[in-house]
C-alpha cells in the first residue's frame, strides 16, 4: 500500500534508497521513485512498473548525493504512471514529497492553493502535500511541516526533503506506518521494517501525530503542536537473513517451508509474555473477532476453539463491515483483532471504534510496534518473522497457534481447566508442529499436480467446520496468485446452490480429515462424483476410503480434531504455489496486490 523510505548519512544514497525500495516492494509496484539533494539541487528519478525499472533508469547515472527518499506506489489517486509516480515536487521544485496514504481532504486544498496560482501536474493527493509545505515555507521546513499537517485529513504518512535545508528529512506520521531507522552517522526512514534490517536493527516507532526530524547524527521527534516528545529505541529481534530469499525460488515457498519454525516460535513466545490482562476476564459475555482476508479466516477457526472450550459466543466479522454497522458492543464486549501486519486500515479503525463504546480489544500482530500492537489494549504476538510474499501463509498458521493458545488461557482464567490441563493443550499443539513439517514433504506430489490442474478456470473447495475456513483460504490463496477464480464452501451448503457448477471443467478439493464430520463429508463426496465433478480430497494418510473415491487424493498426517486445520492448509498453500509459479506468473506480488493495505 505504498512504500516509503528515506537516508541521510555520509554513504552514497541512491543504492541505499533503492535497496530499500526493493524490501519494501511487497507493498505495491506500481511505480518508484526517488528524490536526492545533489550538490545544491533536488533531483527526482521515476518510473512506472517496478523497482527494476527505476534500477535500470539510474544506470551509470553517478550520484554523490547523501540524502533522498524514495517511494514504491499501489495507486490510489490516479492511475500508475510517470507523472502521478512520487516523488511529488511543488511546482519551483524545491520540495519534494513522498506519501502513504490518503490525504481525503486534497480536493478542497487543491482548489485553495489553485486560487493561489499554484499549478498542479498529476491527479494524486499527494501532490497538495508538497504544495502546501511550499506555501507555508518561510525559511524553515519544520514550521511549514507543521502547518501543513494540521490542514490535512486522512491517514497518511510521508517524508519531505529540500534543498534549502539539506541537513535533514522530516517524516511525518498519521495513520500509516512510519519507523525511523537509527545507525551510526546516518538515520533511515521506512514504512516498514524490512527495509532497513540491513543497516540497523535500532528503531523507533512514531506514533500517530508524530513528527520525527532525521539529520545524520540525530532524530527528534515532535507531536502535531511541535512539542518535542521523548521515544523510546526499540530493537527488532528479526535478522536480515529473515527477510532474504534463502535459496528459494520465491518467498512465498520460503514462508511456506518456515511453518513449523514459525508455530513452534509463537508458542515459545506467547510461554514467556507476561500475560497479565489489562481487564477483568471474567466479565467478558461475549468475543467478536474482526480482521481481514486471511486473517479473518483464521478467526473462523478461533471461533470454534474458543466456543468448544470456553461457551462464549464469538462472533467473526470482516473489519471492513464492522466499523459501518450497528453491531451492539460494549464494555463486557471482548474485540480481537487480528492483523500480520497491524496496519490494516478496516482493521485497525473498526477496533478503534470498537474500543470507543468501552470495549476490550486484544490485538494479534506479527509485526512488534505496528499501530494495532500500539491501539489495542493488550498484544498478542505471532512470532512468524518478516512475510514478504504479499500471499500469507506463515503468519496464518501461526495465528492459529496463537488462537489457540489464547483459547487455552482463556478457558485456564475462567476455571474451566485446570493447569495440568493447560500445558496438555500446548504440549499437543507443540506435536503439531512436527506434523507441518511432515506435510511440507507433499511439496513435490503438490507441485506434480499443480501441472495437471492448472488448465482449470474454476475451481471449488469444500470443507465442514473447522476446515471451511481452509476452504476459504485454499480458495483465497489460488485466485490471489493463479488469477484463477476459486470459491471455498462449507461441504453441507453445496446442495443449495454451488452444486449447480459442478461438471467435469470444475476441480472440486473436499478437505475430509477423520473428524467429527467425516461421514458427513463422505456424503457431500458422493454427490460431487454422481455429478461427475473431479474430486481432489485431502484426508489423513492411509484413508482408504478417500483413496477409492476422486481423481486425486492427498494424505496429510493424522492429527487430533482440533488440529486438522494446521495440515489440511499446507498442501493447498502449495497448489496455488506451484500453479502460480507454473503459469510464470509474479507468486510474490501479483497483481494489484499490495501487502499491507492502509486505505479504507
Ligand atoms: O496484515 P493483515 O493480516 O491485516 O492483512 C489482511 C489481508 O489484507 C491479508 O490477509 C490478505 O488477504 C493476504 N493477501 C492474503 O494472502
Redesign the pocket.
Known sequence: MCGIVGYIGNDYAVPILLSALERLEYRGYDSAGIAIIEGDKLVVEKKVGKIRELIRALWGKQYKSNIGIGHTRWATHGAPSEVNAHPHTDERGLFAVVHNGIVENYLELRKELEEKGHHFRSETDTEVIAHLIAEYYNGNLFDAVLKTVNRLKGAFAFAVITPLEKDKIIGVKKGSPLVVGLGKGENFLASDIPAILPYTRNTISLDDGEIAVLKRDSVEVYNFEGVPVSKEVFVVPWDILSAEKGGFKHFMLKEIFEQPKAIADTIGGFLSQDLTLPFEINRINRVITI?????YHAGLIGKYWLEKYTGIPNEVIYASEFRYADIPVDENTLILA???????AD?RFAALSAKEKGASVIGIVNVVGSSLDREADFTLYTHAGPEIG???TK?FTAQLAILYLFVQLMARRRGLIDRDGFYRAVEKLNEVTRKVEKALELNGELENLASRYKKFKNFLYLGRWLNYPIALEGA??LK?ISYIHAEGYPAGEMKHGPIALIDENMPVVILAPRDRVYEKIIANIEEVLSRKGRIITVGFEGDTVLKNKGEVFIGVPEVGEDFTPFVNVIPLQLLAYHIADQLGLDVDQPRN?A???TVE
Open positions: 480482521a481481514c482476508g486471511t486473517s487480528i492483523s500480520q501486519s497491524g496496519e490494516t482493521t504479499v500471499a500469507a503468519t483465497l490463496k490471489e496486490l501487502k499491507t493495505v
